[in-house]
């Protein structure tokens, strides 16, 4: 943990906001790219840690390159994608393969709390950086390891990407048209849910650190971490035996709980419940919709043959000639009914506005970019999600000059060599 004059002296560098975090004194060294992994790290630097960024200085990280692109007239472009999981972040670049460059590593986790990486295991041990061999020169460190299916067992060397954990963790066989093939999930669901796991994973592990002054391996599949995202599936299949195929937007036993079409688009209904069904009656439907003796109970709701004959084309009817935003403003508060919104309509959205949810961050000479802000809300400490990404090896010197104490010499040396 770094001490209040050093903290003072990261916060100077000019990307975070002024308040300090929950995290504020926690040293993060992140030596991840694409996703899952800067993103965790992200995480860890909205709530208040110093994230310092290693990339090769020849093969930096590889999201710099994907679109959208920020364009200036006198500069190169800047990827908003790279920007979005990598800010507050301390950009250095450094090359851990070269003898002197694993050495200014070593140093840097000398006065760290954490590292995070996400190669494929076995990687970080071959050239003798780790977790072992690094608590040999920090023991307090915490080691997290992200990959597509962990540290230990029969794949653990297997190369993966999200649609690798998507696919063996049983989320895509669920996902689809019903009848039809399975889709994948329309989002990289296994790097952002290897990310979030791997945030917990650091404050669980932080914290028996700081008790005990041990830290330990924290150890995140992608594969692990999609199959607890499969909601009754396991259960259904070790006490039913049942294997859960695409439904579609059903759900597999909760009715009515699916997408409608409605007017301009379509809406999730999810009356469900005794009281909601019977509310739902009242304000969408027509005298009578209510009586039939087949629909008083969620029992009799949830049987296929009465939902499909009864309750779903009474709930079209009601649906069909009417708009999101007359639907809405019927079911106010009073039954949950959501209109599906494309990415347009939730950035614009008031609730999305109310919580801070798109925040503006001005890159000199590129202009604002708007990107998704932090979930977490804390009244005290509340997370900075306007800091800006780095740009490549941009606080190379400062960081092993101030923070680590390379002399001016040696960072000369390391640039010659092509180690930073």
């Known amino acids: 943990m770094i001490d209040d004059e050093t903290r003072t002296w990261f916060n100077g560098l000019g990307r975070f906001d002024a308040a300090p975090g929950s995290l504020a004194g926690i040293v993060v060294v992140d030596v991840t790219r694409v996703v899952a992994g800067p993103y965790c790290s992200m995480i860890l630097a909205d709530l208040g840690a110093?994230?310092?960024?290693?990339?090769h200085p020849d093969d930096p990280d590889y999201t710099r390159t994907f679109p959208p692109m920020l364009e200036r007239e006198d500069g190169d472009p800047f990827s908003g994608f790279f920007a979005q999981y990598n800010r507050n972040k301390l950009g250095v670049t450094l090359n851990m393969r070269h003898p002197?460059?694993?050495?200014?590593?070593?140093?840097?986790?000398?006065?760290?709390?954490?590292l995070v990486e996400n190669f494929r295991p076995g990687t970080m041990e071959r050239l003798g950086l780790g977790p072992d061999q690094l608590r040999e020169i920090n023991p307090r460190l915490v080691y997290a390891a992200l990959s597509g299916y962990g540290q230990t067992g029969p794949y653990r060397s297997k190369p993966a990407y999200d649609n690798s954990a998507q696919a063996t963790g049983g989320l895509w066989s669920m996902n689809g048209p019903a009848g039809g093939p399975p889709n994948r999930v329309g989002t990289i669901i296994g790097d952002l849910g290897a990310s979030l796991y791997g945030v917990i994973g650091v404050l669980a592990a932080l914290r028996h650190a700081e008790h005990t002054g041990v830290g330990q391996l924290v150890d995140i599949s992608q594969q692990d971490s999609v199959l607890t995202l499969t909601e009754n599936a396991v259960v259904s299949y070790t006490t039913q035996q049942v294997?859960?195929?695409?439904?579609?937007?059903?759900?597999?036993?909760?009715?009515?709980?699916e997408l409608f079409a409605c007017k301009d688009g379509f809406v999730f209904f999810g009356g469900y419940t005794d009281k909601f069904w019977k509310i739902s009656c009242e304000i969408f439907g027509e005298p009578g919709d209510g009586d039939h003796p087949e629909l008083q109970t969620m029992g009799q709701r949830f049987r296929e043959d009465v939902y499909q004959s009864r309750v779903k084309p009474?709930?079209?009817?009601?649906?069909?000639?009417?708009?999101?935003?007359?639907?809405?403003?019927?079911?106010?508060?009073l039954v949950p009914l959501s209109a599906v919104k494309?990415?347009?309509e939730v950035v614009h959205d008031p609730q999305i506005a109310d919580r801070d949810m798109v925040v503006d961050v001005d890159y000199d000479g590129y202009g604002a970019l708007s990107t998704f802000g932090s979930p977490v809300k804390?009244?005290?400490?509340?997370?900075?999600?306007?800091?800006?990404?780095?740009?490549?090896?941009?606080?190379t010197d400062r960081v092993l000059r101030d923070f680590v104490g390379l002399t001016q010499d040696e960072l000369d040396e390391l640039r010659s060599a092509g180690t930073i």
């Not at 294997?243 to 709980?257: I, K, S």
């Not at 009474?314 to 508060?333: H, P, Q, S, Y």
């Open 314 to 333: 009474m709930v079209e009817r009601w649906f069909a000639n009417r708009t999101k935003a007359e639907l809405e403003e019927i079911a106010g508060d």
């Open 378 to 395: 804390l009244d005290r400490t509340p997370p900075r999600a306007r800091g800006m990404a780095p740009n490549k090896g941009e606080h």
């Open 243 to 257: 294997v859960p195929e695409p439904l579609g937007n059903q759900h597999p036993f909760v009715r009515p709980y």
């Open 342 to 344: 494309d990415i347009g």
């Open 50 to 55: 110093t994230v310092i960024k290693i990339e």
């Open 100 to 114: 002197e460059g694993k050495r200014a590593l070593e140093r840097l986790v000398e006065k760290a709390d954490v």
